[in-house]
């Protein structure tokens, strides 16, 4: 009797496909533990972060009075006679915010509606990555755009503007957030079912009519979510506004005059104006924690919304 030269001649062949099933086991819990690691250092730095900005400021309000910090109309914490009162800084940063929206929320909106209903697929693909490019180009460019250029040519118009304005820093700033309101609102129009345009088609409306009276509707809890997160990205803009509109904390509405906004001032007290420990420093916990929670608030109104008027399709 010949002995096979195949030394697995005997062997079932079918169990050697069979897999280990205790290994694949070991493996799963494996990846389940390591995404579960990660997933908890973002929870924990998240809350590292929360009670950092808590207790410094629990100990700032501890010398200075929260009435006071939200009602006094004077900002001067680095001052001899300091004045704690955020709403001046606040006014600032909706000043910048109101006008970056008015520039990013209609151009926003027509570029999403132009690239998802009448751009053709082959410039929907080129024009859409180009849109997001912009997103990438760094806060500071767009700050020294803004107080180079855009600057310059507005007091071509207004000759009575300062170097330093609010109205160059929300300008500039509506054209950085723009990629976030059109990219992502082109996402929530472009999710809308065909069938509910042909079947608006279908009944006679015209183009303008199918995306005014269906698309947008369907579409409407993605294009809210879209700009709050802007207006998100509003408010906690740094760069842009430390550049262009100034340091210069004064309670105003005129866009033509330099302002301060809250993160401009958290820009100034850590470039070392303040001594560790002070109360002055501590403002800038203080000041943190306000924009913590309006971006807060603001985020929790956007979760609300998409799931009140989010569009389900089967």
Same mark, same amino acid.
């Given at each position: ?11 079932? #062949? ?13 493996? #799963? ?15 924990? %730095? ?8 808590? !207790? ?14 939200? %009602? ?6 680095? !001052? ?11 006014? =600032? ?19 999403? +509606? ?20 912009? &997103? ?37 700033? =509506? ?5 976030? +309101? &059109? ?15 042909? $079947? ?5 409306? %015209? ?14 809890? $993605?294009?809210?979510?879209? +700009?709050?997160? $802007? ?13 262009? &509109? ?25 470039? $070392?104006?303040?001594? /560790?420990?002070?109360?002055? !420093? ?11 929670? +309006? ?7 956007? /979760? ?11």
């Amino acid at each position: 009797m010949t002995q096979s030269v195949f030394p697995d001649a005997g062997v079932n #062949q079918s169990d050697l496909w069979k897999p280990n099933r205790s290994a694949s086991k070991m493996s #799963q819990k494996a990846v389940v533990i390591l995404f579960g690691a990660f997933a908890m250092v973002s929870v924990l %730095t998240t809350f590292g972060i929360v009670f950092t900005l808590l !207790f410094e400021t629990i100990e700032f309000f501890l010398e200075v009075s929260p009435l006071h910090f939200f %009602t006094a109309t004077r900002w001067t914490p680095l !001052f001899a006679n300091p004045e704690f009162g955020i709403i001046v800084l606040l006014c =600032g940063t909706f000043l910048t915010s109101v006008i970056g929206l008015l520039i990013a929320i209609p151009l926003g909106l027509l570029s999403a +509606i132009c690239l998802s209903e009448y751009a053709p697929r082959k410039a929907r693909a080129f024009l859409k990555p180009a849109l997001e490019v912009l &997103a990438g180009v760094p806060t500071v460019v767009f700050g020294y755009f803004a107080l180079l250029l855009v600057t310059p040519v507005l007091r071509s118009f207004i000759p009575d503007m300062q170097v330093f304005n609010a109205l160059s820093a929300g300008f500039v700033l =509506g054209f950085a957030i723009l990629p976030t +309101i &059109a990219s992502l609102s082109e996402d929530a129009i472009f999710a809308v079912p065909n069938s509910l345009r042909q $079947g608006c088609y279908a009944l006679g409306a %015209t183009k303008r009519e199918t995306i005014t009276g269906v698309v947008l509707p369907a579409a409407l809890s $993605g294009i809210v979510s879209s +700009i709050i997160l $802007g207006v998100s990205r509003a408010v906690g803009e740094t760069m842009i506004v430390t550049l262009a &509109a100034g340091q210069s904390p004064t309670l105003t509405l005129d866009p033509r005059v330099s302002i301060q906004t809250m993160t401009a001032f958290i820009v100034q007290v850590t470039k $070392g104006d303040a001594p /560790y420990g002070s109360i002055e !420093f501590k403002t800038l916990f203080a000041v943190g924690m306000t924009l913590f929670v +309006i971006t807060l608030v603001l985020n929790l109104i956007s /979760y609300w919304f998409v799931r009140k008027y989010q569009e389900k399709y089967e």
